[in-house]
T-cell receptor
Framework: GQNIDQPTEMTATEGAIVQINCTYQ??????LFWYQQHAGEAPTFLSY????GLEEKGRFSSFLSRSKGYSYLLLKELQMKDSASYLC?????????FGTGTRLQVFP | DSGVTQTPKHLITATGQRVTLRCSPR?????VYWYQQSLDQGLQFLIQ???????AKGNILERFSAQQFPDLHSELNLSSLELGDSALYFC???????????????FGPGTRLTVL
């Protein structure tokens, strides 16, 4: 079966850096996605990792360690508009399985 | 705007009824995925179609069914509705030529279903 864990909620201050962790257990790992979802809206793609290491894209970076079943999403120079849920999703064989998401609140 | 359209935006119905949700993928995308999102749960993968054929199945109830038509639009049919079926239903499309979820998925705006 699959198991994906990420913190339920996090808070941070505008301009700061926040790291959202995700751990997973799957039988047929084929990559890990991060999506952003504002309340009541559709998820939007942030990153995809299939090999170990860090992928950087502007203010957002994503890291993967397949041996540890671990990923994190790093958000730098936080802005108020970054307040949203961040969904970790793992490709298990041929299905994309989402975690329950981390709700991030950014305060001024 | 992701390029994926879903209708209707909102749907209110009664227990025991049957509804159909519609999704049109982005131009050129062959895969359509359906997800259910309840308040207390994350996005739950229901089913995937690729170029007209069922490709993968998730936690889809037997009361639910889907299909993808030759023009690639897809419909999700929910029958014998229960209160617990109230949720946001998303469809997503993907350009992955293999028909596997190895590429970014583009999500539609969702259909909010309320069962009274």
């Amino acid at each position: 079966g699959q198991n994906i864990d990420q913190p339920t909620e996090m808070t941070a201050t505008e301009g700061a850096i926040v790291q959202i962790n995700c751990t997973y257990q799957t039988s047929g790992f084929n990559g890990l996605f991060w999506y952003q979802q504002h309340a009541g809206e559709a998820p939007t793609f942030l990153s995809y990792n299939v090999l170990d290491g860090l992928e950087e894209k502007g203010r957002f970076s994503s890291f993967l360690s397949r041996s540890k079943g671990y990923s994190y999403l790093l958000l730098k120079e936080l802005q108020m508009k970054d307040s949203a849920s961040y969904l970790c999703a793992v490709v298990d064989t041929d299905k994309l399985i989402f975690g329950t998401g981390t709700r991030l609140q950014v305060f001024p | 705007d992701s390029g994926v359209t879903q209708t209707p935006k909102h749907l209110i119905t009664a227990t025991g009824q049957r509804v159909t949700l519609r999704c049109s993928p982005r131009s050129g995308d062959l895969s359509v995925y359906w997800y259910q999102q309840s308040l207390d749960q994350g996005l739950q993968f229901l089913i995937q179609y690729y170029n007209g054929e069922e490709r993968a199945k998730g936690n889809i109830l037997e009361r639910f069914s889907a299909q993808q038509f030759p023009d690639l639009h897809s419909e999700l049919n929910l029958s014998s509705l229960e209160l617990g079926d109230s949720a946001l239903y998303f469809c997503a499309s993907s350009p992955d030529p293999s028909g596997r979820p190895y590429n970014e998925q583009f999500f539609g705006p969702g259909t909010r279903l309320t069962v009274l």
